[in-house]
């Protein structure tokens, strides 16, 4: 099984991936369904997604734009050549909107890891996408509620 393959298994099985496409996971707070762990690549840290955070995988067009502004942020990022296989728009609850860049896990060829995680607010890409997969005015609420975006507004009520 190639790496590529058994990394899609493993975001499968985290249910963070989707043959054809993004898949969008809004939050469930009444769901019994227990939380997923993803470990780092690099440390021994690891990334909760509670059933209650929301999040989406990005298709491969939104993971190449979100990957090239994220190293224009961060240029260190691209300094390995290792370009991440998935990359999740995620938001822990209480927290803010991150990008979480995922690959094979190099011990545990079956699972998952994290490369980095980077905060949303400041890409171009990100209002689009949360408009796109969590609807408008959540979206735009839930970057408000973030005290470092400054200039934001949500839409005026229509009459």
């Known amino acids: 099984m190639t790496p590529i393959a058994r990394l899609l298994g ?35 840290d690891r990334l909760v997604f509670a059933r209650a955070d929301p999040w989406v995988a990005l298709d491969a067009q939104e993971r190449a734009s979100a990957f090239e502004q994220i ?5 260190v990022l691209a300094r390995d050549g290792v370009l991440p296989s998935h990359i999740v728009l995620w938001r822990r609850q209480g927290g803010v ?33 949360l408009q796109k997969y969590f609807a408008l005015r959540s979206a735009l609420g839930a970057l408000a509620d973030d005290r470092r975006v400054s200039g934001l507004r949500r839409p005026a009520a229509r009459s």
């Open 97 to 129: 909107w991150l990008y979480v860049t995922l690959l094979a896990h190099p011990t545990k060829p079956s699972q998952a890891c994290f490369t980095a995680t980077v905060v949303a607010q400041g890409l171009d890409i990100t209002t689009a996408l």
């Open 71 to 75: 190293i224009r942020r961060h240029p």
């Open 10 to 44: 493993a975001c499968w099985a985290l249910g963070m991936a989707a043959a054809a496409g993004a898949q969008v996971h809004e939050a469930q707070p009444n769901d019994t369904e227990t939380a997923r762990t993803i470990e780092s690549c690099v440390s021994t």
